[in-house]
């Protein structure tokens, strides 16, 4: 810490400085830069210690008065504080959202969030079978026997996509064609193939929010065809799984846009003193969790790009000012790496490699 402060008062620190510590400390870097912010502030070079705030009965009603809205109850807690100087320190927002995500049962958040039949069915008296929620995913998302007519190319749809097309355009049927005598090749449930491309001509904002969304479709393609336990399968020595590379991109969408530029955000896998956290699915979360989890920060992303100009400016996780230019960036830079790995642990698990089907 000496040594950081040393290159901070010399302007000379970087973000490669503060990360190689991290790395030789075993921590992570959000971890080292509150021990940086609290070493400038009062000079203090000792270890800044983790808040580990405990969700109380008390603190139970407050996201059931505020329907599981978790900035609201950090909103009254604050106040709180202001109005009674003895009442208890307030925890962080992150430190809150992990002490809900530890304390509160999956029943009780599903609860908080869609009320109290979607509590129940997290009750285990009456709870049903372990299989039978993968069995209605795997039913709905069978292959249809049929190839559809998608852009020039055949492709088998799933059951859902097939329903939810013919009950918005029942003209659909005169664009099926029977395959019969052979196997029909799949195609993705989760997501179209990388079918996008950047506009050789196109504005800076378009051409960035593309090139990012080819990246996040190749991410679900590269689930496409692959059971619960080869998506959950570490099939590197660190640890590295399909599952947990979206898990990880979900999060960190989430906290590029939505934290960087003030909006709010579902309890995040981060944890200053597990590093990892939010690159391992837990025993409880399903593949189709995880993926719903996907697709709703990318639908929060999109908001923040469609409402902000490219120019904005937010506040990153680490204090410093970054714009939405930057962020998009960035997040363009973080998909793709994480693709690249997807890329190996997908040929690890079934030799398929590509960005898209080839025949």
């Known amino acids: 810490m000496p040594r950081l402060l040393d290159l901070d008062g010399r302007g000379e620190l970087t973000a490669a400085h503060v990360r190689l510590v991290a790395q030789a400390l075993g921590k992570s870097e959000r971890t080292m830069w509150r021990w940086l912010a609290a070493a400038r502030q009062d000079h203090r070079l000792a270890r800044v210690e983790s808040s580990h705030f405990t969700v109380t009965t008390e603190v139970r009603r407050l996201p059931a008065l505020w329907g599981g809205n978790a900035s609201r109850v950090h909103a009254e807690l604050m106040q709180r504080a202001a109005d009674d100087p003895d009442a208890p320190a307030v ?27 979607a509590r129940r069915a997290h009750d285990v008296f009456g709870q049903r079978s372990a299989t039978h929620r993968n069995a209605v995913w795997e039913g709905d998302h069978k292959h249809v026997p049929v190839e559809v007519d998608v852009d020039g190319e055949l492709a088998t749809p799933c059951r859902r996509r097939l329903a939810r097309a013919a009950a918005v355009a029942p003209s659909v049927t005169g664009t099926i064609s029977m395959s019969l005598g052979r196997t029909a090749r799949k195609s993705s449930c989760y997501s179209p193939q990388m079918t996008q491309h950047v506009p050789a001509t196109g504005g800076e904002k378009e051409s960035l929010r593309i090139s990012l969304d080819r990246h996040r ?55 200053d003193d597990d590093p990892e ?13 995880i993926v719903a989890f996907y697709g709703r920060a990318r639908a929060a992303s999109d908001k923040v790009i469609d409402e902000l100009e490219i120019d904005s400016l937010g506040t990153a996780w680490h204090g410093e000012s970054v714009s939405l230019r930057w962020t998009l960036i960035h997040m363009i830079e973080e998909t793709a790496r994480h693709v690249g790995h997807m890329d190996i642990v997908r040929e690890l698990l079934d030799g398929r490699t590509g960005d898209h089907p080839r025949d």
């Open 217 to 271: 479709d190749v991410v679900l393609w590269k689930l496409q065809g692959l059971d619960e336990d080869q998506l959950r399968r570490q099939m590197t020595p660190s640890g590295t799984s399909l599952l947990g590379l979206v898990k990880h991109l979900a999060a960190t969408e989430y906290g590029w846009f939505s934290e960087t530029f003030g909006r709010e955000t579902e309890p995040l896998p981060f944890d």
């Open 91 to 117: 925890p962080s927002l992150s430190t809150l959202h992990r002490a809900i995500r530890r304390d509160l049962t999956r029943g009780e958040q599903a609860g908080l969030k869609s009320g109290e039949a």
């Open 277 to 289: 956290a939010d690159l391992r699915p837990t025993p409880s979360e399903t593949a189709a969790e």
